[in-house]
């Protein structure tokens, strides 16, 4: 086993860092989008409600190899040229953003309207009642469960290696194959993938003991 | 305290990696044995491959030139009232399936590479083919020379990839699981040739019209049939029902049958 | 748009529902099996047996936190190692019972642990074993509780069948491309009606998941 990882460490390594690459923009991403998505779905605007749920609902229920495949396949030929590696991080963002936004809405809705009233009667708008009083609340409630759809992240950036997206499960069907240890190769991988994921679901569960004492 | 406990369990995770891959065994069943006994042979077959082995969506069953002779060799091998069954390969499952006992054969337009020869057994060859690349009508790309520093389209785990680096280094190869994915992501302008052999290339050209073979062959690839490696007693019997086949004109009649009058591809050379 | 009427031609529309029923077939056995195995697992990572819930524990961690992928291609490949032949409808159902089963036996545990401990004191102070206090008091309301999120892991398991393509499981997503692979103009209509496909199949189990969740909550 020490040979596939020496033989082809070079291989490895440039997986390991385009799915760490991919992951952090689709985090980011993901993020700025699901706190945007859950901030429609809970403002006093029916408009905004019905888009939000609508986001959430098509990004939630269609698997997101299908949504990477359209932005691989169809996309390209049509709007605009994207790699492997770009349709496979802008599916996942969307893909996550929408169990993001979910998360953030239930961490909003959770916290009392008493305090939203409260803010507004002290002379606050909406907006601002919203930025210094709820979300920061909402935030802190949310972080464990935002923890873990971030290690859902990672895993689900395994589908980069149905479009060549040069990441870690892609290098390991290449490697599999030239060097014919299967196996092997995929032990090797699933190390590689547990030293990101492992680490991150620990803290989260540390964390959430610790929020909810 | 019960932290340290979970980090003592590390090393026990790799110790059980370690275990899991040591015990995987090789299959030493004599396998011709097997299928003379049961009257049946098990071949690992293309799925996505005109011409050699597609599914057919009203029937939901594999047609195609290697379908049509592992029925024959079946046959020829185990006589008539053999059967034979197919189970749907890629490029990078095929050897696996078959060192796993899960097929008994290969049949899947897989080329005898050195490298290949020394995890599996071959027969001889059952078809000369060799790597080609097909490209849009109004490509610039004539032969294997002009992709230096173009993104080269191909399936993963097939000898078209090491092809490609060894006559035009500066290639980019990207590579899908099947040939269906490749085409569509060649038509998503992925990549501005899709590389393999050139058999397969004229079945997909045939379907997609636009696109032309170019460059000719730069690479001889002939097909074997796979069987375990040691399983000389499989490669014997195949062998010789192949030359039985060459022989009473069952395998012209099969060329043919899915090769006559195929745009670029030349019978020539592959009838006997 | 003539395109998408050829397209949807019975013959292709029987193969895809033909898929579509793998889809379903594969995710209702997955379903069954891994909600006993959650179980289970669950139930032994919460009552803390000395060694086995420690060990069970982390193996269900490393479990949980590998790509489906990953396990799709162990089971695949690596089964038939230890003499268990697989084939691509056996090896998806084994991958996807041990990883939601994984992902299960998390929401089970953490569903246990959200009932509060004195229904178990009250219970056995009464009289019961720890085993009749588990079945009569404390799971029913344990469960009661998880109803949202095992459902949600449900409609996930729906959606990671389309992993299993790269094994050639003839699902709904395989059995698109091999359509359009062999005609390439048929490339939107078919990501369009699979879209919808899975769409409404994961919208029905997530809209009860909903409702549940507001009934419960």
């Known amino acids: 086993m020490w040979q596939i990882i020496t033989n082809n460490w070079g291989s490895f390594l440039t997986g390991f860092w385009n799915t760490i690459l991919c992951s952090i923009i689709a985090l980011i991403f993901s993020l700025i989008l699901g706190v945007f998505f859950a901030l429609l779905e809970v403002a006093p605007t029916k408009f905004g409600k019905i888009v939000a749920k609508v986001y959430i609902a098509i990004f939630r229920n269609i698997p997101l190899l299908v949504i990477v495949m359209i932005f691989y396949l169809i996309v390209p030929r049509y709007i605009v040229k994207l790699s492997g590696f770009q349709a496979g991080t802008i599916g996942l963002t969307l893909y996550t953003s929408a169990f993001i936004a979910e998360t953030v809405r239930a961490g909003i809705s959770s916290i009392s309207t008493g305090q939203m009233e409260g803010a507004r009667s002290n002379g606050m708008t909406y907006t601002q009642a919203m930025r210094y009083v709820i979300l920061p609340q909402a935030m802190k409630i949310v972080i464990p469960p935002l923890g873990n759809q971030f290690v859902n992240l990672v895993k689900n950036s395994s589908v980069l290696a149905f479009v060549a997206g040069f990441d870690l499960m892609y290098q390991a069907q290449l490697i599999a194959f030239s060097t014919f240890r299967t196996i092997d190769t995929y032990v090797v991988v699933g190390l590689f993938y547990l030293i990101l994921t492992l680490p991150l679901s620990y803290y989260m569960r540390h964390l959430e003991k610790k929020l909810a004492q | 305290m019960k932290k340290a406990k979970r980090f003592l369990l590390i090393p026990l995770l790799f110790f059980l990696c370690f275990a899991l891959t040591a015990c995987g065994k090789r299959n030493n069943q004599n396998v011709y044995q097997k299928v003379k006994e049961s009257k049946h042979i098990i071949w690992g077959v293309r799925a996505d491959t005109r011409l050699f082995g597609l599914t057919n969506v009203k029937t939901g069953k594999i047609e195609g030139f290697e379908i049509d002779l592992a029925h024959a060799l079946t046959k020829q091998m185990l006589g008539k009232d053999a059967t034979a069954s197919f189970v749907t390969t890629t490029a990078n499952t095929r050897i696996p399936l078959l060192k796993n006992g899960n097929i008994d054969a290969v049949l899947a337009t897989m080329t005898i590479t050195p490298e290949r020869a020394k995890q599996v057994d071959f027969s001889k060859p059952y078809f000369p083919a060799g790597s080609s690349l097909l490209v849009p009508d109004n490509s610039k790309i004539k032969n294997v020379k002009d992709l230096n520093g173009e993104t080269v389209l191909a399936v993963k785990g097939t000898t078209a990839v090491n092809d490609v680096h060894k006559f035009e280094p500066k290639a980019r190869v990207l590579q899908y699981d099947d040939y269906g994915q490749a085409m569509s992501a060649l038509k998503a302008n992925q990549g501005v040739a899709l590389t393999t052999d050139n058999g397969l290339l004229a079945g997909i050209a045939q379907e997609n019209p636009g696109y032309k073979l170019v460059g000719g062959v730069y690479n001889n690839a002939p097909y074997g049939i796979a069987v375990n490696k040691g399983q000389k007693d499989m490669v014997d019997h195949i062998n010789k029902a192949l030359d039985q086949l060459k022989k009473n004109g069952t395998y012209d009649r099969l060329i043919k049958k899915w090769f006559a009058g195929i745009p670029g591809f030349s019978l020539k050379g592959v009838l006997k | ?217």
């Not at chain 3, 089971?75 to 697989?86: A, C, D, E, S, W």
């Open chain 3, 1 to 217: 748009m003539e395109t998408f009427i050829h397209a949807y031609s019975w013959v292709d529309i029987r193969f895809l529902l033909q898929g579509l029923w793998v889809t379903i077939y594969v995710s209702l056995i997955s379903i069954a099996l891994s909600f006993v195995v959650g179980l289970i697992l669950g139930l032994i990572r919460y009552t803390k047996i000395k060694y086995v819930s420690a060990i069970v524990g982390f193996i269900i961690d490393i479990i949980r936190n590998l790509p489906l992928l990953l396990i799709i291609f162990f089971t695949y490949f690596g089964l038939p190692q230890l003499g268990i032949v697989t084939n691509p409808t056996t090896a998806s159902i084994a991958a996807l019972v041990i990883f939601e089963g994984a992902m299960l036996a998390e929401i089970v545990r953490s569903g246990i642990g959200s009932v509060d401990p004195g229904q178990m004191e009250g219970a056995r102070s009464n009289g019961m074993s720890y085993g009749q206090a588990m079945y009569h008091v404390v799971m029913p309301q344990a469960l009661n509780h998880m109803i949202p999120a095992l459902l949600a892991q449900f409609v996930s398991l729906v959606k990671d069948t389309s992993l299993a393509t790269i094994i050639v499981l003839p699902e709904l997503l395989y059995n698109a491309q091999i359509i359009y692979s062999q005609n390439t103009t048929y490339l939107i209509p078919m990501y369009v009606i699979i879209a919808i496909m899975y769409f409404v199949v994961c919208f029905c189990l997530s809209t009860i998941a909903n409702y549940l969740q507001k009934k419960y909550n």
